[in-house]
């Protein structure tokens, strides 16, 4: 249980809000679960609304909400395309489709290595610059712009490469 795991981290998170807007440390409750668990699942969404003391539907919209909370397991690295419709006019899906094709796995699928999981996510503000995704990896979030399936294959590659040391 986070709250016996990390009682000081919690207190410090609720400390950031006054007590009536208590329900405002969700996110970075649901960050500290997932960081905890890998992913947020309704028994974390349980969790986090016990120590907020509201309801776990009000938690756990916001997790489909936000691409930075993921819902279920997934690879290593996450990596989202956008494919929102400035992107898409600019090749984003055919991109998506072909790298998953390419990985041999489905949209929101997950490599068989473990390694990548492949997400489709909304406007990520680089619209003018797609093909782009961002990369979830374990040392944060890095952007990756004008790709095309030989520039992300050649990423992926070296993410291989680099195995358990990143
Ligand atoms: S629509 Fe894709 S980055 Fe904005």
Same mark, same amino acid.
């Given at each position: 249980m986070l709250v016996d795991k990390y009682p000081k981290e919690i207190d410090r998170i609720l400390a950031k809000f006054p007590p009536e807007r208590k329900r405002a440390a969700a996110l970075p409750l649901l960050y500290l679960a997932q960081r905890e668990y890998g992913h947020v699942s309704k028994e974390a969404i349980r969790e986090v609304a016990g120590i907020l003391d509201v309801d776990p539907t009000q938690v756990g919209g916001l997790v489909g909400f936000y691409? &930075? &909370?993921?819902?279920k397991p997934g690879g290593k690295y996450r990596l989202q395309v956008c494919t929102d419709l400035p992107c898409a006019l600019r090749g984003a899906e055919e991109f998506a489709e072909e790298l998953c094709d390419n990985l041999r796995i489905k949209m929101g699928e997950t490599t068989e290595d473990g390694l990548i999981t492949v997400e489709e996510v909304k406007c990520l503000a680089g619209c003018d610059k797609a093909p782009m995704f961002q990369l979830q990896a374990p040392d944060g979030i890095h952007y990756f712009e004008n790709q095309d399936l030989d520039s992300a294959m050649e990423l992926i590659e070296e993410l291989r490469q680099r195995g358990d040391d990143a």
């Open positions: 691409s &930075l &909370l993921h819902a």
